[in-house]
């Protein structure tokens, strides 16, 4: 009888742990509301973060500075952020204090934001913007250089044009739709849902800034690298994702996905969505890879329009890709 029970204990032992190590691990993404979700809307769908060892909660953020500071204070793992965002608060220039270093990095590249000036129906040009006010996330982060640039190339002047804070995206196209402001930067595929409900679209910010870093994967440098194989597996897993969206057997499935998580997204304006968001030319970027002629197009905004004033120039600061290479190696 002590035989029997002291197989069963050494069983318990060596099973248990196993049983441990299968339990996935969460991880905490935060992310503005949109189109450029759709590969870890794959991943999660076609079990590639569950391959992984991870189990992905994805939290829609109101604005940035929700966003990045409990980002900073630990309260998620991951955001899914414009590069200016990180650039910002790492330089002291956040729209809002945090406490302690920021300690932020990019990982990963995403996209070059698909940056759409979109405005009310009546407003047929930039010089119908004068005097009117149009919307951003924040106004010294994320992309209000950006829209101050395409005003000012649009000939008008500083000051000329008012910009006021209206959060996040969503917030903003909402804003947009009660006619509370002119215009703002909507991102794919809320401009194909304005256009499609007779709003405008003014200008494309790359039509004006040529090569530019939009999202990229975001975290902590002390968090990456206590947690440096649950980051490798996010990054397989996402990029994972990412192939399959830009496999076109897999299209009529990849729209049903975008149609289950956009709210307001039809048939007609997935279809548009995917020829946008996963074009060859000007799509996601693929393998999530950085773009730093795109930081730099970034940086030279952030240098330009920034307090306290900085010259920033070096894109290297500001990401590490150590932990993408690793995922990019076979297993």
């Known amino acids: 009888m002590r035989r029997i029970v002291t197989v069963t204990l ?3 032992t ?3 742990p196993a049983a441990a190590e299968q339990s996935p691990a969460t991880l905490q993404v935060i992310v503005f509301p949109g189109g450029f979700n759709w590969p870890m809307w794959a991943a999660q769908d076609k079990g590639l973060f569950a ?3 991870l189990d992905v909660k994805l939290t829609p953020t109101p604005s940035s500075v929700f966003q990045l500071t409990n980002l900073i204070e630990g309260k998620f793992d991951i955001g899914m952020t414009a590069i200016d965002n990180v650039i910002a608060y790492q330089e002291g220039q956040g729209e809002a204090p945090v406490a ?3 300690d932020l990095f990019a990982f990963m590249g995403g996209d070059n934001g698909f940056l759409r000036l979109v405005v009310q129906p009546e407003i047929g040009s930039y010089a119908d913007l004068k005097g009117k006010e149009l919307s951003v996330d924040a106004l010294t982060t994320g992309y209000a250089f950006v829209l101050r ?6 000939g008008l002047k500083e000051g000329e044009a008012t910009l006021v804070r209206a959060g ?3 917030q903003r196209w909402e804003a947009l739709k009660e006619k509370k402001h002119a215009g703002t930067l909507l991102i794919t595929p809320f401009e194909i849902i304005a256009e499609s409900a007779g709003f405008r679209r003014l200008g494309n910010a790359v039509d004006v800034l040529g090569r530019y870093q939009g999202l990229v994967g975001a975290a902590r440098r002390s968090w990456a690298q206590a947690n440096a194989e649950k980051l490798i597996g996010f990054i397989r897993a996402y990029r994972g994702g990412l192939d399959w969206l830009y496999d076109r057997a897999n299209r009529a499935e990849a729209l049903a996905i975008l149609q289950r998580n956009v709210r307001g997204m039809t048939p007609e304006l997935s279809a548009k969505t995917y020829d946008v968001l996963l074009a060859d030319e000007g799509g996601f970027q693929r393998a999530a890879a950085v773009d730093e002629d795109g930081i730099r197009t970034v940086l030279r905004l952030r240098s330009e329009y920034g307090q306290p004033k900085k010259e920033l120039v070096d894109p290297s600061r500001y990401y590490d890709l150590t932990h993408y290479q690793r995922a990019m190696s076979p297993r």
Request: aromatic fraction near 0%; charge should be positive; proline fraction near 10%.
């Open 10 to 12: 050494i069983a318990l």
């Open 14 to 16: 060596l099973t248990a």
């Open 168 to 170: 996040g995206v969503l």
């Open 149 to 154: 640039k395409m005003l000012e190339r649009g």
């Open 51 to 53: 391959r992984e060892g």
């Open 100 to 102: 302690g270093p920021p």
